[in-house]
């Protein structure tokens, strides 16, 4: 009981993290750029790190977990994030800036990836409730970091605004030494290796040459890729959308807070949505069906009721804690959600950074906002495709060859 206490401590504390280092660093770009100096075009790199970042992070961290082990692994995550916001802090030209951003960014994508596989690897009979816990956590580092930028700004300066962030994964390295060194003591008293283990040694071969043909993981890459493209179109978009309809600047600040406010109330809901129900697609319908109504909003009628509009696009991602909570839903052991969470949220980061890039490419080209729109409408249809695939009641070892048993998950003692 103690052991997965503190593993659960350290799950949260480093999910606090995974996104301090994104929405911590957007409301001060103004100020960085005319400290260090730089345009738009260096300000839209560093829009784009996060999900490239994320992406590429997804696609080796499963292999390194493979090979080192999660928990390792994670730790090692923790060191670099804390170490890439700390010295990000401390930048004096763009090229410095971009790399230790990039450095942050690996470290909290590697979290992203490896958080899901450690879930079900300590709590597989909790997984909605520890889902619910971490996933919440995520989303307050996403808000609070937003928040506080520039009154920690004026307090000193951007760089300890950028740099109080390390904190959060300083906290976390306690836990995280001590999970390494319990897991590495229950291996040594175990003469035979846990049974996820086992599992991982039969499923790492089918899993590093087949996880990518198999209709599941597209299936969650489609939901997850299109959901945050979607989501990352409009924290980019939202107050460009509202100020050109007259808003104030204040307002399409608060238009973005409403968008994820939302966004974290439904996190209390939407693991249970897949655990209590066999196929939760109807839900992924109807949260689809909001961003429709939340987009036709903004379209033709923007200042007629923005809070509606921000709400119902709010309610439209929650097909993202769904994902992430049928990557254990959908898989028996630790090693299979690690390649489905890994490829998953690799290829589908990748894919969301289409998103804001092409929403902003077309608002240019057409002058308007329908087209735009348009285009995260059939991103929407397509998660919608996605949904349906991964949410059918089956389980990724069942599609990878060769098909491993059922097993049990264990913790620590």
Request: hydrophobic content about 55%; some cysteine.
């Amino acid at each position: 009981m103690r052991g997965r206490i503190i593993v659960l401590l350290a799950i949260v504390v480093f999910a606090f993290s995974l996104r301090t280092a994104v929405t911590s660093l957007t409301p001060l770009l103004d100020r960085i750029s005319d400290d260090i100096g730089f345009g738009n075009a260096v300000s839209g790199v560093l829009g784009m790190l996060p999900t490239l970042a994320f992406g590429v992070a997804g696609l080796v961290s499963p292999a390194l977990g493979r090979r080192f082990g999660i928990e390792h692994v994670t730790l090692a995550a923790v060191v670099i994030t804390g170490v890439g916001i700390a010295c990000r802090s401390m930048s004096n030209d763009v090229p410095t800036l971009i790399v230790l951003s990039c450095v942050a960014l690996f470290g909290m994508g590697v979290g992203n990836i490896l958080i899901p596989p450690l879930v079900k690897r300590y709590f597989a009979d909790r997984i909605a409730p520890v889902s619910t816990l971490y996933i919440v956590f995520v989303q307050m580092g996403t808000m609070v970091p937003a928040a506080v930028a520039i009154p920690f700004a004026d307090l000193q300066d951007w760089r300890f605004s950028l740099g109080v962030w390390a904190l959060i994964p300083l906290a976390a390295l306690g836990p995280w030494i001590w999970v390494v060194r319990e897991r590495r003591a229950a291996l040594r008293r175990h003469a035979e290796l846990p049974e996820d283990a086992r599992d991982a040694r039969g499923l790492d071969e089918a899993v590093k040459t087949s996880v990518w043909r198999t209709s599941m993981a597209w299936g969650l890459t489609l939901m997850f890729g299109m959901t945050s493209a979607g989501t990352y179109a409009m924290f980019t978009w939202l107050p460009k959308i509202l100020s050109d309809a007259g808003a104030s600047d204040s307002l399409g600040g608060l238009m973005v807070a409403t968008f994820s406010g939302v966004g974290l109330a439904a996190t209390f809901v939407a693991p249970a949505l897949c655990t209590r129900f066999r196929n939760p697609f109807g839900f992924t319908v109807l949260f689809a069906a909001c961003w429709f109504a939340g987009f036709a909003g903004l379209m033709w009628a923007p200042m007629s009721a923005p809070w509606l509009w921000a709400i119902l696009c709010g309610l439209g991602p929650t097909t993202f804690p769904m994902a992430l909570t049928l990557i254990n839903v959908r898989t028996r052991s630790s090693s299979a959600s690690s390649a489905l969470s890994g490829f998953g949220q690799g290829v589908g980061y990748l894919l969301a950074c289409a998103g804001p890039l092409l929403f902003g490419i077309l608002h240019d080209t057409t002058h308007g906002w329908g087209v735009p729109f348009l285009l995260l409408s059939a991103m929407v249809c397509v998660m919608v495709c996605g949904a349906w695939i991964i949410c059918r009641p089956r389980f990724l070892e069942d599609q990878l060859r060769p098909v491993a048993p059922p097993v049990s998950t264990r913790g620590l003692g």
